[in-house]
């Protein structure tokens, strides 16, 4: 669970990118954030991780929090699985090295997000993606509870995409993780969501159950491009895009979001 009560932060004197803002995220489930560039989403996520101090509210975790970033650059001298294996350091004393469990959690999560075969390889010459899914991985093996992830597929093909988007459902379903994650793939949040938050550049927010939040009205209203839903239905099952219809562009009204 992440309960988040009042929080507001601003940089310096600057404007204050959201304020007021108390959501709780339930354990065991997916949630996601969207909202325009800057609106401060990933302020938001460095609050939840503890890399920023809040101005204002509080932020409440129940368990150990895995954070993935949406990249990190590293010494050249690692390779993918070193990277990996620092997610084990919660489990290490101060001047002990990582153990043979250590080592195999870390290849088991490599293993989880398809990158077995590039283990040995160097992190800093790995493709943006690639790294991506190394920083998955890396939370992955530190066997949190919590797992927050800055747009982890901001650098991945669609089939990783997809790759992710199970491991997370799976991570939630089988393993009862809480996942929390930042998104500006509509699709993705609808395909895997229970809760969205959607954050906008005036500070408000609206946050509910992803079909009832994610709608075509509040998506307009929150980038200012007309969009619409189409689904897609395989068998029992149905796939949801956003489609922007960008070439058809009418000013959208600015009018406040509602769920
Ligand atoms: N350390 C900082 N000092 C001053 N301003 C900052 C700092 N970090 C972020 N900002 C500003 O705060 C605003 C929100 O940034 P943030 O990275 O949280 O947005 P975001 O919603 O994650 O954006 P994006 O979708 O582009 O990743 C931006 O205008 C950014 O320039």
């Known amino acids: 669970m992440i309960r988040i009560e009042n929080a507001g932060h601003r940089y310096g004197s600057q404007h204050w990118l959201f304020r007021e803002l108390s959501v709780t995220f339930p354990s065991a489930r997916i949630a996601a954030i969207l909202g325009p560039n800057g609106c401060g989403k990933t ?9 920023l101090t809040l101005k204002e509210g509080i932020i409440d975790i129940d368990g150990h929090e895995g954070f993935v970033p949406q990249a990190l650059t590293a010494d050249q001298s690692y390779s993918a699985v070193d990277m990996v294996l620092m997610g084990r350091s919660r489990y290490l004393g101060r001047f002990s090295s990582p153990g043979r469990k250590d080592r195999e959690r870390a290849y088991e999560s490599i293993e989880e997000v398809g990158l077995g075969a590039l283990a040995e390889q160097r992190y800093d010459r790995l493709s943006g993606g690639q790294r991506q899914l190394v920083l998955l991985a890396r939370a992955l093996a530190s066997d949190c509870k919590v797992l927050v992830l800055d747009e982890p597929a ?18 939630a379903s089988s393993l009862g993780l809480t996942v929390l994650f930042t998104t500006h793939h509509p699709d993705h949040a609808i395909g895997i969501a229970d809760t969205t938050l959607l954050m906008q550049r005036n500070g408000t927010h609206v946050c509910g159950p992803t079909g009832e939040v994610l709608t075509e009205g509040n998506l307009a209203r929150m980038y200012g491009v007309p969009v619409r839903r189409v689904d897609v239905h395989a068998g029992e099952e149905t796939a949801s895009a956003i489609v922007p219809l960008h070439g058809l562009r009418s000013k959208a009204p600015d009018q406040p979001l509602v769920p």
């Not at 302020?43 to 890399?51: D, F, G, N």
């Not at 901001?154 to 997809?162: C, E, F, K």
């Open 43 to 51: 302020t938001l996520l460095r609050a939840i991780s503890r890399t």
């Open 154 to 171: 901001s650098a991945l093909d669609i089939a990783n995409q997809g790759v992710v988007l199970r491991l997370l459902l799976r991570l």
